[in-house]
């Protein structure tokens, strides 16, 4: 079993509507977890960032850490053709030299 | 503003060529590290660097060879030794301890 497994998609829904990106982790010991955005040919860019469990609100974005279950989401609320990009998760332990582990990422496409 | 570059964004090299990818961050991290990514594999450490003159081999650094000669530069090398250097170069810089990572624009290799 990967630590973090991410389904790759591809995901597609129309205009508005509502968004929700999984990862599931095996490693307990995860603290931090957090979302990137990826548009096609750049770099990745932070998103969401979570501590340890419970969600955080920023904007039309919500993530979501659920520790008993080692499951994370992110929702997009009222998508738009501007959150077309891939989504990667990624989650580290507490530590300094720990190092981050991604997710494979999922690609979404939001059709105008 | 302060960011990180990467050069050259594409890059095309013969078999049995060294090539070396550019990173330069103006951020003042401490860390930097080169992850590659390939179609449905996610993003894979290559190698990192905590401090200046110091590195550490990452999950796949078989045929890489990085230095850190000043903080602001990270560059690498990808040998005539990597079986399959064609792939997405992503350089990214952290505060040391940090879990956030900030990533470049990124540099496609392709090998002819």
């Known amino acids: 079993q990967k630590e973090v497994e991410q389904d790759p998609g591809p995901l597609s829904v129309p205009e508005g509507a509502i968004v929700s990106l999984n990862c599931t982790y095996s490693?307990?010991?995860?603290?931090?977890f957090m979302w990137y955005r990826q548009y096609s040919r750049k770099g990745p860019e932070l998103l969401m960032y979570t501590y340890s469990s419970g969600n955080k609100e920023d904007g039309r974005f919500t993530a979501q850490v659920d520790k008993s279950s080692k499951y994370i989401s992110l929702f997009i609320r009222d998508s738009q053709p501007s959150d077309s990009a891939t989504y990667l998760c990624?989650?580290?332990?507490?530590?300094?030299?720990?190092?981050?582990?991604f997710g494979k990422g999922t690609k979404l496409t939001v059709n105008p | 503003d302060g960011g990180i570059t990467q050069s050259p964004k594409y890059l095309f090299r013969k078999e049995g060529q060294n090539v070396t990818l550019s990173c330069e961050q103006n951020?003042?991290?401490?860390?930097m590290y080169w992850y590659r990514q390939d179609p449905g594999q996610g993003l894979r450490l290559i190698y990192y660097s905590q401090i200046v003159n110091d590195f550490q081999k990452g999950d796949i650094a078989e045929g890489y060879s990085v230095s850190r000669e000043k903080k602001e530069s990270f560059p690498l090398t990808v040998t005539s030794a990597q079986k399959n250097p064609t792939a997405f170069y992503l350089c990214?810089?952290?505060?040391?301890?940090?879990?956030?990572?900030?990533f470049g624009a990124g540099s496609r290799l392709t090998v002819l």
């Open positions: 990214a810089s952290s505060r040391r301890g940090a879990n956030v990572l900030t």
């Open positions: 951020l003042n991290h401490d860390a």
């Open positions: 490693n307990s010991a995860f603290q931090y």
């Open positions: 990624a989650m580290k332990v507490q530590g300094g030299s720990e190092k981050l582990v």
